[in-house]
């Protein structure tokens, strides 16, 4: 292809005729063809672009508004950084046209360097950026800014409130919008949930491609400015006009992935313990010498004594032999006994088994793995956790095949922990696929959960789910995800109601939390609060609350029967809603419009919809208010535009906006539903559902009587 100076470029911008199926149409207004240039695509979304200084600027195509700028005034549109500082790309370009819908810049820099840009509309309607140096040695990062309105909020990225491991579960300020924060995109434990997506309230998203490390600064450094940049060889990145939030995530999934759609029993409720003993007694002395797992036993007796639904079951390590409960994938069967006919006791009861698992091996077997070359580089870092080299075929076939005999057994699927540890981020160390452990950093987690998917498939296809902690670009489409190891406080639970709106957005619509939090005490109001929360979110799994059922409490009341009747209101609740929660998950992977949705996704024209983040949609018809403070028997709640009608109440219609304060005992939260018969048949009279399990609640079961039955 024969370059040409931007001077006379007119030829390759002015092509008139009709446009080809699947290929956008490029032109030049008269006039400003020399410094300018105009790509529209099919559906007449506008790039104008000016080569220097270089501005890319997106028009809505009725109207002509900007959605989306790269550079303003004062604002170079993409820069570079180097050991001498940052840098703008300038200068008199010479420009190629790549395709109808596409072109090339090369800009000459100091000592014989190249910058080139590329702009292409793509099918799914975003405009794809491209910066690339040659040669690009001593470049640290690439990046881009956009210039930043006085109101405008940003929303995605990380799962996290902020970027700092250290205030998970603290007392903190910020909350559902990213403006002011930088964000690292490294993949940190444990709410390890990261994408480098983001969307606007000015109408638009910008996705970056790959999965070497950057970070985002959005307008903390300056407040006209969001920047971001990357490492690697080059930066690629999709700038996603809206105009609103429906529109750019719809467009969003067609470029980063689709959401996952489990099979329909992933929407029951969950139960686990985080530590599984087997006793010789039940909680409450009862003698135990029975063929399963003692507290297993004891939480699906006691929760089907007191009629709570329970369609998931699954046990954390220790589950296997050796020190760590982890060694060759071998059962323990002293604390497991007879696991392979527990899993179909359990699945005689309608309840799916699953397991945990990490990334990393234990036992015999890594001699082995050492032998074959199958693990990470960097092994001394590792301590005794030796992680597989998923990028290694060969690798991944061996772990696959030292698992299957667990999925023949009939495990369901895995709980994928951890992936999110220990897994090195050095540029002088390469895994087997020739990439530095640099760039494999971040797209481990979907390394792991590809190869755990990938086995499932073959073994038990469409008839099981992964549940990971950990996911970058890619993890959306093998997995559901919770929330790591939040603290059991207030603050848990409020980084918690973050995090599942945060997820949504980035994609991670499949999507739960530890209810009550992990590894400290429980709070007995807390806990009733998170089980009122979750009973909203796809994925309500209830563990593991100090590794006793509510019936065995660490305080009094230590058969807690007003906690055990929440558990069985919103647990019935929950599986009320299962084939609306599958209705909606079928909803998220065809226009990436996620199950938990923020105000903002259905009201984005409401500008108190973009503030507000104790309240969220489940699905199109459900107003879910989330109660976090201890002590709070009252709730404001924000009705947008339209009819409403209150659960609590059902003879009450409300219309909006209004804001309505709601009295909230510690059962109860705010619930509304747009007034819609389906919805409210399926949700029922929750007031006759409360007393119902307050009823059940108080009639203690005889766990003497429910163990004989399975000896």
Same mark, same amino acid.
């Given at each position: 292809?024969?370059?040409?100076? $931007?001077?006379?470029?007119?030829?390759?911008?002015?092509?008139?005729?009709?446009?080809?199926?699947?290929?956008?149409?490029?032109?030049?207004?008269?006039?400003?063809?020399?410094?300018?240039?105009?790509?529209?695509?099919?559906?007449?979304?506008?790039?104008?672009?000016? $080569?220097?200084?270089?501005?890319?600027?997106?028009?809505?195509?009725?109207?002509?508004?900007?959605?989306?700028?790269?550079?303003?005034?004062?604002?170079?549109?993409?820069?570079?950084?180097?050991?001498?500082?940052?840098?703008?790309?300038?200068?008199?370009?010479?420009?190629?046209?790549?395709?109808?819908?596409?072109?090339?810049?090369?800009?000459?820099?100091?000592?014989?360097?190249?910058?080139?840009?590329?702009?292409?509309?793509?099918?799914?309607?975003?405009?794809?950026?491209?910066?690339?140096?040659?040669?690009?040695?001593?470049?640290?990062?690439?990046?881009?800014?956009?210039?930043?309105?006085?109101?405008?909020?940003?929303?995605?990225?990380?799962?996290?409130?902020? &970027?700092?491991?250290?205030?998970?579960?603290?007392?903190?300020?910020?909350?559902?919008?990213?403006?002011?924060?930088?964000?690292?995109?490294?993949?940190?434990?444990?709410?390890?949930?990261?994408?480098?997506?983001?969307?606007?309230?000015?109408?638009?998203?910008?996705?970056?491609?790959?999965?070497?490390?950057?970070?985002?600064?959005?307008?903390?450094?300056?407040?006209?400015?969001?920047?971001?940049?990357?490492?690697?060889?080059?930066?690629?990145?999709?700038?996603?006009?809206?105009?609103?939030?429906?529109?750019?995530?719809?467009?969003?999934?067609?470029?980063?992935?689709?959401?996952?759609?489990?099979?329909?029993?992933?929407?029951?409720?969950?139960?686990?313990?985080?530590?599984?003993?087997?006793?010789?007694?039940?909680? =409450?002395?009862?003698?135990?010498?029975?063929?399963?797992?003692?507290?297993?036993?004891?939480?699906?007796?006691?929760?089907?004594?007191?009629?709570?639904?329970?369609?998931?079951?699954?046990?954390?390590?220790?589950?296997?032999?050796?020190?760590?409960?982890?060694? &060759?994938?071998?059962?323990?069967?002293?604390?497991?006994?007879?696991?392979?006919?527990?899993?179909?006791?359990?699945?005689? #009861?309608?309840?799916?088994?699953?397991?945990?698992?990490?990334?990393?091996?234990?036992?015999?077997?890594? &001699?082995?793995? #050492?032998?074959?070359?199958?693990?990470?580089? /960097?092994?001394?870092?590792?301590?005794?956790?030796?992680?597989?080299?998923?990028?290694?075929?060969?690798?991944?076939?061996?772990?696959?095949?030292?698992?299957?005999?667990?999925?023949?057994?009939?495990?369901?699927?895995?709980?994928?922990?951890?992936? &999110?540890?220990?897994?090195?981020?050095?540029? =002088?160390?390469?895994?087997?696929?020739?990439?530095?452990?640099?760039?494999?950093?971040?797209?481990?987690?979907?390394?792991?959960?590809?190869?755990?998917?990938?086995?499932?498939?073959?073994?038990?296809?469409?008839?099981?789910?992964?549940?990971?902690?950990?996911?970058?670009?890619?993890?959306?489409?093998?997995?559901?995800?919770?929330?790591?190891?939040?603290?059991?406080?207030?603050?848990?639970?409020?980084?918690?109601?973050?995090?599942?709106?945060?997820?949504?957005?980035?994609?991670?619509?499949?999507?739960?939390?530890?209810?009550?939090?992990?590894?400290?005490?429980? /709070?007995?109001?807390?806990?009733?609060?998170?089980?009122?929360?979750?009973?909203?979110?796809?994925?309500?799994?209830?563990?593991?609350?100090?590794?006793?059922?509510?019936?065995?409490?660490?305080?009094?009341?230590?058969?807690?029967?007003?906690?055990?009747?929440?558990?069985?209101?919103?647990? #019935?609740?929950?599986?009320?809603?299962?084939?609306?929660?599958?209705?909606?998950?079928?909803?998220?992977?065809?226009?990436?419009?996620?199950?938990?949705?923020?105000?903002?996704?259905?009201?984005?024209?409401?500008?108190?919809?973009?503030?507000?983040?104790?309240?969220?949609?489940?699905?199109? =018809?459900?107003?879910?208010?989330?109660?976090?403070?201890?002590?709070?028997?009252?709730?404001?709640?924000?009705?947008?535009?339209?009819? $409403?009608?209150?659960?609590?109440?059902?003879?009450?219609?409300?219309?909006?906006?209004?804001?309505?304060?709601? /009295?909230?005992?510690?059962?109860?939260?705010?619930?509304?539903?747009?007034?819609?018969?389906?919805?409210?048949?399926?949700?029922?009279?929750?007031?006759?559902? $409360?007393?119902?399990?307050?009823?059940?609640?108080?009639?203690?079961? =005889?766990?003497?009587?429910?163990?004989?039955?399975?000896?």
């Amino acid at each position: 292809m024969n370059r040409i100076p $931007w001077v006379v470029i007119a030829a390759a911008i002015a092509v008139q005729g009709e446009a080809r199926l699947g290929v956008a149409r490029a032109q030049s207004p008269a006039g400003e063809y020399a410094r300018t240039a105009t790509v529209t695509s099919l559906t007449g979304l506008r790039a104008d672009v000016t $080569w220097n200084p270089l501005r890319v600027t997106v028009r809505e195509p009725a109207t002509g508004r900007v959605v989306s700028q790269l550079g303003a005034s004062g604002i170079p549109a993409l820069f570079f950084e180097s050991d001498a500082g940052s840098r703008a790309i300038q200068g008199d370009p010479i420009v190629e046209r790549t395709t109808l819908n596409g072109y090339r810049a090369t800009y000459a820099l100091d000592a014989g360097r190249r910058a080139e840009v590329e702009l292409q509309w793509t099918p799914a309607e975003t405009l794809l950026v491209t910066l690339r140096f040659e040669p690009d040695g001593e470049i640290r990062r690439l990046g881009a800014q956009l210039p930043v309105a006085s109101d405008e909020h940003f929303v995605g990225l990380l799962e996290r409130t902020v &970027d700092n491991p250290a205030a998970d579960g603290r007392p903190l300020s910020a909350a559902l919008d990213l403006r002011g924060q930088t964000v690292s995109m490294f993949v940190k434990p444990t709410h390890s949930l990261y994408l480098p997506f983001y969307l606007s309230s000015a109408g638009y998203g910008v996705f970056v491609e790959g999965t070497w490390p950057g970070v985002f600064d959005l307008a903390a450094s300056r407040g006209n400015t969001t920047a971001f940049s990357f490492e690697g060889p080059e930066l690629k990145f999709h700038v996603i006009p809206g105009p609103d939030p429906a529109a750019i995530l719809g467009r969003y999934v067609q470029v980063a992935g689709r959401p996952l759609v489990p099979p329909k029993w992933a929407f029951l409720p969950w139960r686990y313990r985080d530590e599984h003993v087997n006793l010789p007694r039940f909680y =409450d002395g009862t003698a135990y010498s029975g063929p399963y797992n003692s507290q297993v036993v004891e939480d699906v007796l006691m929760l089907q004594a007191l009629d709570i639904p329970l369609g998931v079951y699954w046990i954390d390590r220790p589950w296997a032999v050796g020190h760590e409960g982890y060694d &060759d994938f071998t059962w323990d069967r002293r604390r497991v006994p007879n696991p392979e006919r527990m899993i179909r006791w359990l699945d005689d #009861k309608g309840i799916r088994f699953l397991l945990w698992l990490a990334p990393w091996i234990q036992g015999s077997i890594v &001699d082995e793995a #050492k032998r074959r070359g199958f693990l990470m580089p /960097d092994l001394a870092s590792q301590n005794d956790h030796s992680h597989v080299d998923f990028t290694n075929p060969g690798a991944t076939v061996w772990w696959q095949d030292c698992v299957r005999t667990l999925v023949d057994a009939g495990v369901a699927g895995f709980k994928l922990d951890r992936g &999110d540890e220990e897994v090195p981020g050095r540029v =002088d160390l390469r895994t087997a696929d020739g990439r530095t452990t640099r760039e494999v950093h971040n797209d481990y987690p979907r390394l792991y959960a590809g190869a755990a998917h990938q086995l499932l498939t073959a073994r038990r296809p469409d008839d099981f789910i992964l549940m990971a902690r950990a996911g970058y670009t890619g993890s959306q489409s093998l997995a559901a995800f919770w929330a790591g190891d939040s603290s059991t406080s207030e603050w848990g639970l409020r980084q918690a109601i973050i995090a599942a709106q945060r997820a949504a957005v980035m994609g991670f619509s499949l999507w739960g939390t530890d209810i009550g939090g992990y590894g400290m005490r429980l /709070d007995r109001e807390v806990l009733a609060r998170w089980i009122a929360f979750g009973a909203f979110t796809p994925i309500m799994q209830v563990g593991p609350t100090e590794n006793r059922g509510l019936w065995d409490m660490p305080t009094e009341p230590r058969y807690d029967t007003e906690l055990i009747a929440i558990w069985r209101l919103y647990a #019935k609740l929950h599986t009320a809603l299962q084939n609306y929660s599958v209705a909606h998950a079928l909803i998220a992977r065809e226009t990436g419009v996620p199950m938990i949705r923020p105000l903002f996704l259905a009201f984005p024209d409401d500008r108190r919809a973009w503030d507000t983040w104790e309240e969220f949609f489940y699905g199109d =018809d459900i107003l879910v208010g989330a109660i976090w403070r201890k002590g709070q028997r009252a709730m404001s709640v924000y009705l947008p535009e339209g009819d $409403w009608l209150d659960m609590w109440n059902p003879t009450r219609l409300v219309s909006g906006p209004i804001t309505l304060t709601v /009295d909230c005992p510690m059962y109860k939260i705010p619930i509304f539903i747009r007034p819609r018969a389906a919805t409210a048949r399926a949700m029922g009279d929750l007031n006759a559902l $409360w007393d119902d399990s307050l009823k059940r609640a108080r009639a203690k079961p =005889d766990l003497a009587g429910l163990a004989a039955a399975i000896h």
